[in-house]
């Protein structure tokens, strides 16, 4: 009985950005387990098992998967956009590390997707064109102490700022600490934005600065972007625009 | 005449990885520019006008794709992985800047892509499964106390590190120095990847520390990935193993 584990990115939403790589292992799956938001995505069929759980048992989702792999199925584990960025993958090699022995033997692939990151840049122009960093904001996991220091080494770097995780309805004020840490470190007239469920029928674009962004505006679907010193605007007509962060580095600073 | 340009990820190489959008947009062009190794991924059709241009003249190629789409024609711009990250789409928005005002209202599309670093990821397990950042070592259009900055930056925030271009035939004191910082601020033990054709036939994955990395074996297919303090192996049979960053942070340093 030779199972397979397939940890599979969607991509952020649109079919357009699924890979035919993800595509196949889908087709081939006999159980596909994820967030019952993702597992909307995959089309129904005979002898396909759906496991669909809701959000925040990534954990327990990871072990349903490897025991469903150690008893001979065909397992894919969805994830939205790439799932190496704080999303599945990470969650599978942890139930690994600390369980059962046999499931280092396991056959696991992951099948990078289009991560939310890139989508939001594609959409902008070229915000991510040079030098930049991810950090997620949840302080879920790991203490504000770590997010603070990284914020204030991502600042001093001078690197583009791609923040997942920014908020949920409840945790709001770790937006708010990270902003006021920023503008303590970096020009207040720096580009930022939020894009809201790129890909989506309801997504949403909001360019502001680090002065005046409206903190309100972040949610759950959001991904923030803060410019470096070089990132600058191209102004097209009416209120349109792109975002550019060169590949030349002019010293400011 | 209504003309058009997208710059569109290819991804890493295998047509696996290549999304529905980037196909799509292949097929309705009049026209494809883009570096001569990249072009060679792109089957031959009647009326698809082919521009291959040598490596390292990504601002010559972004005008002559401006023009053409300026003319009237439906152009794409070929990059390998995703656009945005340290290839095409900054050149043709650097180029848009400074060019032609009519160019501000061009149909430019960026179509994302899979990226290096997330395919390369994706082979190990999950390395980026916490914050990380990228960073290029080229010095050919940035100064070297810029990289410097930002490896010492990425080092005291604790990232996972990405490094893009980290060397070339010619260009190989770089990666010598910057091991040299990183080895005087990060742990000897921490796990480090040098990944070379990922997804390729000679695709070739070297595992190593911060302390015994062969710098020799890094060229210009090469991405190389330093673990942050959390970043762990998880050993299988033989020299096989995965390199997790979990999503969880204990303090350690």
């Given at each position: 009985?030779?199972?397979?584990?397939?940890?599979?990115?969607?991509?952020?939403?649109?079919?357009?950005?699924?890979?035919?790589?993800?595509?196949?292992?889908?087709?081939?799956?006999?159980?596909?387990?994820?967030?019952?938001?993702?597992?909307?995505?995959?089309?129904?069929?005979?002898?396909?098992?759906?496991?669909?759980?809701?959000?925040?048992?990534?954990?327990?989702?990871?072990?349903?998967?490897?025991?469903?792999?150690?008893?001979?199925?065909?397992?894919?584990?969805?994830?939205?956009?790439?799932?190496?960025?704080?999303?599945?993958?990470a969650s599978v090699f942890e139930a690994i590390e600390t369980g059962d022995p046999t499931w280092r033997t396991l056959d696991v692939t992951v099948?990078?997707?289009?991560?939310?990151?890139?989508?939001?840049?594609?959409?902008?122009?070229?915000?991510?064109?040079?030098?930049?960093?991810?950090?997620?904001?949840?302080?879920?996991?790991?203490?504000?102490?770590?997010?603070?220091?990284?914020?204030?080494?991502?600042?001093?770097?001078?690197?583009?700022?791609?923040?997942?995780?920014?908020?949920?309805?409840?945790?709001?004020?770790?937006?708010?600490?990270?902003?006021?840490?920023?503008?303590?470190?970096?020009?207040?007239?720096?580009?930022?934005?939020?894009?809201?469920?790129?890909?989506?029928?309801?997504?949403?674009?909001?360019?502001?600065?680090?002065?005046?962004?409206?903190?309100?505006?972040?949610?759950?679907?959001?991904?923030?972007?803060?410019?470096?010193?070089?990132?600058?605007?191209?102004?097209?007509?009416?209120?349109?625009?792109?975002?550019?962060?060169?590949?030349?580095?002019?010293?400011?600073?």
């Amino acid at each position: 009985l030779n199972g397979s584990l397939a940890i599979v990115g969607l991509g952020p939403g649109p079919a357009r950005w699924m890979t035919p790589e993800a595509m196949s292992f889908i087709e081939a799956a006999t159980d596909v387990v994820g967030y019952e938001k993702y597992l909307d995505r995959i089309p129904h069929r005979q002898n396909l098992i759906r496991h669909a759980s809701g959000n925040g048992i990534e954990q327990e989702r990871a072990l349903v998967a490897l025991r469903l792999a150690n008893l001979g199925r065909h397992v894919v584990v969805v994830s939205g956009g790439d799932p190496g960025i704080f999303a599945m993958a990470a969650s599978v090699f942890e139930a690994i590390e600390t369980g059962d022995p046999t499931w280092r033997t396991l056959d696991v692939t992951v099948v990078p997707g289009i991560s939310a990151m890139h989508a939001v840049a594609a959409r902008l122009g070229a915000p991510l064109g040079h030098d930049f960093c991810a950090i997620s904001l949840s302080d879920i996991l790991k203490p504000w102490t770590v997010i603070e220091r990284r914020l204030i080494a991502a600042a001093d770097g001078d690197f583009v700022i791609a923040l997942y995780n920014p908020a949920s309805k409840r945790r709001r004020h770790q937006i708010h600490q990270a902003f006021s840490l920023l503008r303590s470190r970096k020009d207040l007239a720096t580009p930022v934005t939020i894009a809201r469920s790129v890909g989506h029928e309801n997504e949403q674009i909001i360019h502001a600065t680090l002065a005046d962004i409206d903190l309100e505006q972040v949610d759950m679907s959001s991904l923030v972007l803060i410019g470096s010193s070089q990132t600058r605007i191209i102004q097209r007509s009416g209120n349109s625009r792109w975002l550019l962060t060169p590949r030349h580095y002019s010293e400011v600073r």
